[in-house]
């Protein structure tokens, strides 16, 4: 027996590659092992920038007594939730259904057949808290598994049966109107946080795609509460601990109400989606944070998440060396008064001090602070401010880093190529345009067959095993979309084309309703099939924002009937639970809204030309398609029988199969728009 890690592409594997239990990677040998032994699936699943994971992985699974009796008894099983959502997805739900809670890592013990019988997150090496210790767990499972089969196989066999019971009936029953969309609205503003921003209390959540949500519905109803709520959420969250005010970028969330404390591990998804919605911010109002925060955390991603293929890493880890050997949380992070003296001197330390809130008693652990923003400096302060934040990063450079989880998502890719593609040709930066179309040449060269399928990760600019789900082809043809806009290149429309067709032909339900994964994916013990955006867009949401874009851009009745079948679930969830359909009530928005379909034609060195396409991209109106170039250019179906206007560039307006007289003024563009 041997662990079998060593070969796989997931970083959060490799991690396990060593330690003594015999792991299996997902698979159907693993299964058969363990029908041959009979004996039961001991199933683990984390990810790689998971801080309890790795705590139970040092104290449990490189434990040599714990190990042995994992080998002797079990058929140990490690997934990566990040490989594998459908995995995760499926035992998750069973989980929180026979907990009332979840989380990760997850500890499910499955029979041969991968039917669950028992539960848990984290167990400690020893009892405590009311918790048994995890070897009392392991000896536990193996006594019942010996001595009381029956009952181990009818906890399973009704798990499997109740599972398979709760299929969805959302979808179908028509899209959310004005009604549901204020409903929506009223359900946000009880669960707004007025004082600090954010919805709820402690743990909080940067909420990227309801804030996209409050930025579409003001630009639709010119509601002034909805944009209140999302531009001082967005300021609350970029002056706070969660943004990285040295190097930019956001962590996975604050473990207080005000933002302060991170929990530290900084992913791609959020980043991405969150410089999104700070450009989005910044059309919407002009302020001038929110262009910082915007530009600031899509130089995070390419300084620090860029892979040498050109894609996008997924994560950075919460903890790192904190300079004496020891594993800490926050460590890169986090500063000290003396830590500031030692790098500025006095003088500036004691102005950095008061400019990022570090106090003598510390605002995190061991009297450290993180770095927050309380209020902006004044002018007269601002050089000498952007000198200490230089000083202070190239010192931080020197800590030891945070762990990278170098494979690269396809889904999660996607979002990154959407917001660097738009932050790009909002500020004019097209080295940003530039470095989204090297990670879609990525997906393009590595994770899509010639029939256009998908590979949920590569590493190494090697393609994994793991087929892609739903989000990469949604998310995929989302930045696709976006690239498309941005560059004028009609081949990115084609691509999501592809993406899309095979969405509608693979992954489509009853009623308008969507799966996670493929009609002839692997067989779980459930299909899985979540609409509910968490901590990035559910595939489902996904799916209907990008049918709904594409067939704007081509008036394809299939891809628009799709997207209207896949909100109905909005409209049964969205006047009850908004926070958990961000996205689904973003992409409503723009189907209330048309989309608008604008087609900008005339020569590409013309600048009345570039002024109307800049103008369009501009725009506010919720989900609105750009197509520009030449006119009757074969690049986009929206530029066809697009003439000039008396010799001269010019814009077309279409929404709902009617279009507006063409404008050659770009004013005239902007109030249309």
Same mark, same amino acid.
């Given at each position: 027996?041997?662990?079998r890690l ?5 970083p959060y594997?490799l991690?396990h ?10 698979s159907?040998?693993a299964?058969e092992e ?5 004996v039961?699936v001991?199933?683990s ?9 790795h !705590?139970?992985?040092h104290? *449990? ?13 079990f058929v140990?099983v490690?997934?990566d939730r ?5 995995v ?8 929180q259904a026979?907990?009332?809670?979840g989380g990760w ?8 057949d991968?039917?669950?019988?028992y539960?848990?997150?984290?167990f ?7 918790m048994?210790?995890?070897?009392e767990?392991l000896?536990?499972?193996k006594g019942?598994w ?8 009818e ?11 709760r299929?969805?009936a959302y979808g179908g ?12 609205l009223l ?6 946080d ?6 709820g209390g402690?743990p ?5 795609m ?15 509460g ?9 300021e609350a969250?970029a ?18 109400r005000?933002?302060?404390?991170p929990h530290f591990?900084?992913?791609l ?5 969150l410089c999104? !919605?700070?450009?989005h ?5 002009g ?8 530009l600031?955390?899509a ?14 890493a997924s ?5 790192s060396d904190d300079g ?6 926050g460590?890169?992070?986090a500063?000290?008064?003396d ?10 330390a004691a ?5 990022y809130g570090?106090t ?6 061991h009297g450290?602070?993180?770095l ?10 601002a ?10 990063l190239?010192?931080r450079?020197?800590r030891?880093r ?11 890719n ?5 917001a ?9 930066r097209p ?8 990670a ?7 994770h899509?067959?010639e029939?256009a399928?998908l590979t949920?990760t590569s590493?190494?600019?090697r ?6 789900v739903?989000e ?8 696709f979309?976006?690239?498309?806009? !941005?560059?004028?290149?009609?081949a ?8 899309l ?6 992954f ?8 996670d994964?493929a009609h002839?994916?692997?067989a ?17 949401t996904a799916a209907a924002?990008?049918?709904? *874009? ?6 394809s ?6 997207a209207?079948g896949?909100?109905?679930v909005?409209?049964a ?11 689904g009530?973003?992409v409503?928005?723009a189907?209330l809204?048309g ?6 034609v005339?020569?590409?060195g013309?600048?009345v030309f570039?002024e ?9 109106a ?5 197509? *520009?170039?030449a006119p009757?250019?074969?690049e ?10 008396a010799g001269g560039?010019?814009?077309? !307006?279409?929404?709902h199969?009617t279009c507006d007289a ?5 004013e ?6």
């Amino acid at each position: 027996m041997a662990n079998r890690l060593a070969h796989e592409t997931s970083p959060y594997l490799l991690q396990h590659a060593d330690n003594p239990v015999d792991w299996w990677p997902w698979s159907a040998e693993a299964f058969e092992e363990a029908r041959r032994r009979d004996v039961p699936v001991l199933l683990s699943v984390g990810y790689s920038s998971c801080h309890w994971c790795h !705590v139970m992985a040092h104290e *449990s699974f490189e434990d040599d007594a714990t190990a042995a009796l994992v080998n002797e008894n079990f058929v140990a099983v490690k997934v990566d939730r990040e490989e594998r959502p459908d995995v995760d997805a499926v035992y998750m739900e069973a989980v929180q259904a026979a907990t009332g809670q979840g989380g990760w890592p997850m500890t499910v013990f499955l029979t041969p057949d991968a039917a669950p019988f028992y539960f848990g997150t984290y167990f400690p090496p020893e009892p405590r808290h009311g918790m048994p210790s995890f070897p009392e767990v392991l000896e536990g499972v193996k006594g019942a598994w010996a001595d009381r089969r029956d009952e181990v196989g009818e906890v399973a066999e009704r798990i499997v049966k109740d599972l398979a019971g709760r299929s969805l009936a959302y979808g179908g029953d028509g899209v959310p109107g004005e009604e549901e969309l204020a409903q929506a609205l009223l359900g946000l503003t009880r669960e707004y946080d007025a004082t600090r921003g954010g919805f709820g209390g402690a743990p909080k959540f940067p909420p990227s795609m309801t804030l996209e949500f409050l930025l579409r519905h003001h630009a639709r109803t010119g509601s002034e509460g909805a944009l209140q709520m999302a531009a001082d959420t967005c300021e609350a969250m970029a002056r706070g601990g969660i943004y990285d005010q040295l190097g930019g970028g956001f962590a996975r969330y604050a473990v207080d109400r005000a933002w302060v404390v991170p929990h530290f591990e900084k992913m791609l998804y959020d980043n991405a989606l969150l410089c999104r !919605v700070y450009a989005h911010l910044w059309k919407a109002t002009g302020s001038d944070l929110a262009r910082r925060v915007a530009l600031e955390t899509a130089d995070f991603l390419v300084r620090e998440l860029r892979t040498p293929e050109g894609g996008f890493a997924s994560a950075l880890d919460a903890d790192s060396d904190d300079g004496t050997g020891r594993h800490v949380e926050g460590a890169y992070y986090a500063w000290t008064p003396d830590q500031l003296t030692a790098v500025l001197g006095a003088e500036d330390a004691a102005l950095a001090a008061a400019h990022y809130g570090v106090t003598e008693d510390g605002t995190f652990e061991h009297g450290s602070s993180v770095l927050q923003l309380p209020q902006e400096a004044g002018p007269a302060d601002a050089d000498r401010i952007a000198s200490i934040a230089a000083r202070l990063l190239a010192a931080r450079e020197e800590r030891e880093r945070p762990g990278r989880d170098d494979k690269v998502v396809a889904a999660w890719n996607g979002l990154a190529i959407a917001a660097l593609a738009e932050t790009g040709a909002l500020f004019d930066r097209p080295d940003l345009v530039e470095r989204a179309t090297e990670a879609a040449d990525l997906l393009v060269r590595v994770h899509m067959d010639e029939s256009a399928r998908l590979t949920r990760t590569s590493k190494d600019g090697r393609a994994g095993t793991n087929d892609g789900v739903l989000e990469d082809y949604a998310d995929v043809a989302e930045g696709f979309l976006a690239l498309a806009a !941005v560059t004028g290149e009609g081949a990115w429309l084609d691509f999501a084309g592809f993406l899309l067709d095979l969405v509608l032909d693979r992954f489509t339900a009853e009623g308008g309703a969507f799966y996670d994964t493929a009609h002839d994916a692997e067989a779980l013990i459930r299909r899985p099939q979540d609409p509910t955006d968490n901590a990035a867009p559910s595939g489902w949401t996904a799916a209907a924002g990008a049918l709904l *874009s594409y067939a704007a851009h081509t008036g394809s009745d299939a891809h628009r009937a799709a997207a209207e079948g896949g909100l109905g679930v909005v409209k049964a969830l969205g006047p009850r639970a908004p926070r958990f359909i961000g996205w689904g009530l973003a992409v409503s928005e723009a189907l209330l809204d048309g989309p608008r379909e604008i087609a900008v034609v005339g020569a590409s060195g013309d600048a009345v030309f570039q002024e109307l396409r800049r103008t369009a991209l501009l725009a506010t109106a919720p989900g609105a398609v750009l197509a *520009s170039g030449a006119p009757d250019s074969e690049e986009f179906p929206l530029l066809k029988d697009r003439p000039l206007v008396a010799g001269g560039p010019a814009a077309y !307006v279409c929404r709902h199969f009617t279009c507006d007289a063409p404008v050659t003024d770009p004013e005239a563009l902007r109030r249309k728009l």
